[in-house]
């Protein structure tokens, strides 16, 4: 049956089949949204067969509409979303329950809007479901959510690691995760090796640095990223911190730079980067 869709349906000049139910769409509108689709309706026009498995012509007709076009392998409520964010009606919301589907239609008929939507929830919400941003991130290549989402997974390692999510990660993201994790700890006991000494102010009275640690975080693992950088801040010479951070020897550089939430959070994190 041909699904009656908002305004466009009654003049649509071709059929978008998905299962057993048919949208009724415009070739043109089709052709400026999607390459995948462009590329199909131009192989109509010259004869020339398409190699796409999955998106193919069925049916040729005299007058308009002039083409059936079948979609194998999606739902019809998918396709449905998908043609909403093609037309000037009213979007389909996305949600952490649909955005896996969309990003992979969007990638699949390459259509830049509905990535750019994605893309745009992604950076909204990343902080309520940071491992699916991360994984997302990762394979629709979007470098700023993939880095935003590893400062919190960085921040609270230990948490995110226990996630049984957090083992669908990418064996590469994994590494990388761990690797910075480790430098990091590794760094913090240099740290409180090489400045375990240094008053700081705690309770009224002034204790050493390794004195204040262990009373704070019992266990330094404890001790996020973000805390760190926080305590330094406040309770000790934040210049002496600095420039101890800066020396370069034997230490990753990326290990050493700390940046804030680009939702301007006044936190400071360590974090890792999607390879080019």
């Not at 769409?25 to 400026?32: D, E, M, P, R, T």
Request: charged share 30%.
């Amino acid at each position: 049956m041909i699904v009656k869709q908002q305004d466009y349906v009654n003049e649509g000049d071709i059929l978008l089949r998905s299962k057993d139910k048919t949208f009724r769409v415009h070739k043109l509108i089709l052709s400026l949204s999607s390459k995948l689709f462009k590329d199909l309706i131009e192989s109509s026009e010259t004869s020339k067969p398409s190699t796409n498995e999955n998106v193919k012509i069925i049916k040729h007709y005299p007058i308009s509409p002039s083409l059936e076009i079948y979609v194998d392998g999606e739902t019809p409520e998918l396709i449905e979303g998908m043609l909403s964010f093609l037309y000037p009606v009213e979007h389909f919301m996305i949600t952490w329950d649909n955005i896996s589907d969309f990003l992979r239609i969007s990638d699949k008929f390459e259509i830049e809007k509905i990535k750019q939507c994605c893309k745009d929830m992604l950076s909204k919400e990343f902080q309520s479901n940071t491992l699916l941003a991360i994984k997302l991130a990762e394979k629709y290549s979007f470098p700023d959510i993939y880095k935003e989402s590893s400062k919190l997974i960085l921040d609270d390692y230990q948490k995110y690691s226990s996630d049984p999510q957090f083992k669908l990660l990418s064996k590469e993201t994994l590494l990388k995760l761990y690797e910075c994790w480790f430098d990091y700890h590794s760094k913090l006991q240099e740290f409180i090796c090489k400045f375990h000494e240094k008053g700081v102010h705690h309770n009224g009275r002034t204790i050493s640095l390794r004195e204040y640690i262990s009373k704070k975080f019992p266990a330094t693992t404890l001790l996020k990223p973000s805390l760190l950088m926080d305590m330094c801040k406040q309770q000790l010479s934040f210049e002496n911190y600095y420039n101890y951070l800066n020396i370069k020897e034997n230490y990753p550089e990326r290990i050493l730079t700390y940046e804030p939430l680009f939702q301007n959070d006044d936190k400071m994190y360590i974090f890792i980067e999607l390879d080019n």
